[in-house]
């Protein structure tokens, strides 16, 4: 449009699906939980789960290449189960099969986004942000944003923000409470928010930039899982923490990049450690551009010992190492056609997630070594 404004239409649309065959499910008639079974007194279950999603969304900006730069954008998003099924087999036994999900569940969201940036002098620019999601199954939500960025040179810039986040139910969480498959559940739960406050420093210089931020994150309303009780809203949850940065220039071909997260974390109902959370998490790359449309990189990726549920007897899970490879090519052939390759976890290490005691005692592995190949055609 004329006199600054301009628009942006988006549409999408997805149907997707998910199968799991024969998940543990514990004993069949458990007394109390145990984490290694009579094997011929096992349960089982496969799953069959689909849905689709179609959204639709308009976005208006405004700017006087200036001062201001506003934002007014409006969204709509429909999803609805499509099918779902729960089979449960039994060792010694004739087995069943039920809808968990209800197949007719359909949830409609409408979003409302404004956000304003004001320029007020040449070094000090802040932003103001309200969002409102209007959902049909849960309660309404307002998420607020406010940041400032003070330029104090070229090279040193300082950073504030605060921001508060929802995240609503998922089907499944809503199904356990309706289902009232655990005595205890309550009939129905809420969604939860993270309210997180920043403050960061940035320095850069010609052949190296480094960043330093502080944080602060509340979660309410916490959805999470607890044995023989199922899901739940519980108290407040905090983390603190601290985050390093540094990308530099090594020469015109080479660059590193490094970073480092400080974490503290408290689940104010247990007065432990959040369970999954770790104390800290690094990473450092390696970047060589030998041409300008070739690149190989190399990730190093290291993650501490993780908290498991307070309630566990086992000591925390074994922290672990990672290097990741990737390979990137672009304009081959053309000006049109993009290579990517890459392996994940090259030195095969064994990597695992931390799982309730009540269902796997080994925890959760997660893949060995995996290639990937990526081919891309822009039109």
């Not at 689709?52 to 998003?77: P, S």
């Not at 000090?124 to 104090?152: C, K, M, Q």
């Not at 499944?172 to 655990?182: H, K």
């Amino acid at each position: 449009f004329s006199h600054g404004w301009s628009t942006e239409l988006s549409a999408g649309w997805q149907d997707k699906e998910q199968t799991k065959d024969h998940l543990y499910a514990g004993p069949e008639t458990p007394s109390t939980w145990n984490p290694t079974p009579d094997p011929s007194n096992i349960a089982y279950i496969d799953i069959f789960y689909r849905e689709w999603r179609r959204n639709a969304g308009i976005d208006f900006k405004w700017t006087d290449n200036k001062i201001h730069n506003t934002l007014i954008g409006f969204e709509y998003v429909d999803i609805q189960v499509d099918h779902e099924l729960i089979e449960v087999i039994e060792t010694n036994g004739p087995g069943s099969s039920y809808n968990w999900i209800d197949p007719d569940k359909r949830r409609r969201i409408f979003s409302t986004t404004l956000q304003e940036e004001f320029r007020l002098r040449d070094d000090l620019t802040l932003t103001f942000g309200l969002r409102h999601d209007n959902y049909n199954d849960i309660d309404s939500e307002l998420s607020p944003r406010l940041a400032a960025v003070w330029r104090r040179d070229q090279s040193n810039i300082f950073k504030a923000q605060f921001a508060r986040a929802f995240r609503p139910p998922t089907f499944y969480e809503l199904a356990a409470a309706a289902y009232n498959f655990f005595p205890t559940t309550y009939d129905m739960i809420e969604g939860s928010t993270i309210t997180t406050s920043e403050l960061g420093y940035i320095h850069k210089d010609i052949s190296y930039e480094y960043r330093i931020t502080l944080f602060h994150s509340k979660i309410d309303k916490f959805i999470v899982f607890i044995d023989e009780t199922g899901f739940i809203n519980t108290d407040s949850a905090t983390v603190y923490g601290t985050e390093f940065e540094l990308l530099h220039k090594l020469s015109k071909s080479l660059s590193v990049d490094a970073n480092l997260s400080l974490l503290d974390t408290d689940d104010n109902n247990t007065g432990e450690s959040m369970p999954g959370s770790t104390d800290w998490i690094s990473n450092i790359g390696l970047n060589y551009r030998p041409t300008s449309r070739t690149s190989l990189a190399l990730q190093f990726h290291a993650v501490g010992e993780t908290y498991r549920e307070a309630t566990d007897t086992r000591n925390k899970l074994e922290g672990y190492n990672t290097i990741d490879a990737t390979l990137s090519m672009t304009d081959l052939f053309g000006k049109n056609i993009g290579f990517r390759a890459g392996m994940k976890n090259l030195l095969d290490e064994d990597v695992k997630y931390p799982a309730p005691q009540i269902t796997y005692i080994d925890d959760h592995p997660r893949a060995g070594r995996q290639w990937w190949l990526q081919i891309t055609y822009d039109f």
